[in-house]
């Protein structure tokens, strides 16, 4: 099987998952505020789980007895039951859970974990782990596909308010508008979401310096607005620009005198 082919139907898989779970996990988390950590685990595992359980049997058992029901050819009464023989084999099944919460994963990551094991039990217990990849602390993965790698890249600085870093990498680099509303989606950014569908209509290319750069206005001024609603000094907001967004103090202190 070529390599180009298995690296479009891997892309193609992966969004097809995400989307999946998103949809999943913004009505149970948005819809019925389905906040709590362990319920939240729970969830993950029985949907990763089922989903497993799925393409095993959807896929490759259902196909592979089908063709051993064509063929016929079974050396035992059991093998002809279950369409299954003793030399068959089914390719394993890796579940990987994305998270792209901004917050740290404060959930399990393995059944066990939630579980009250009796040490004299402990052997017996099976377990399902989860692999969870937090698109917060990426930063030792590297994907194959370029424009994965760009989504968890920039979604990272954006949770890291490390503009700089954005404007120095893709200072001179345009995506496109499908990767600006991956991204939009990912960090709740509605501004570079709406950036996005605007020049998606216009068949044009996202620079990321300047959506970014509007992003990260539009957040200095809500930052500024929201501290101002609820009497927070002048002082502490100007220290809270410069934590939050990197800035000098000179900078922060322009800043609230424009939008305060």
Known sequence: MKESFLN???????????VLSSCIAYVLFSVFEFQNPLLKTILLAIVCIVLSIKRYKAKEYDEIAAQNKKDNDFDSSDEFLSNF???????PVISLCVYYGEREWDGSLSLK????????????IADYKMNLIQVR???SLKFCNSDVDTVFDVSRAIYARDYKEINMKYKDQ????ELGLAIGAITESQQLIDHALELEQKGGRINMC???EELRQEGIRVVIQTCK??????D????????DFVLSEEEASDYVSIYW
């Open 8 to 18: 479009r139907y891997f892309v193609v898989l992966y969004f097809i998952s995400t």
């Open 85 to 91: 023989k003793k030399t068959d084999r089914l390719h």
């Open 113 to 124: 974990d939630m579980l009250k094991n009796p040490e004299e039990l402990e052997a017996m």
């Open 137 to 139: 602390s990426s930063e």
């Open 174 to 177: 345009a995506i496109t508008t």
């Open 210 to 212: 300047n959506a970014l």
């Open 229 to 234: 609603d609820f009497n927070v000094s002048r």
């Open 236 to 243: 502490a907001v100007v220290k809270k620009l410069m934590k």
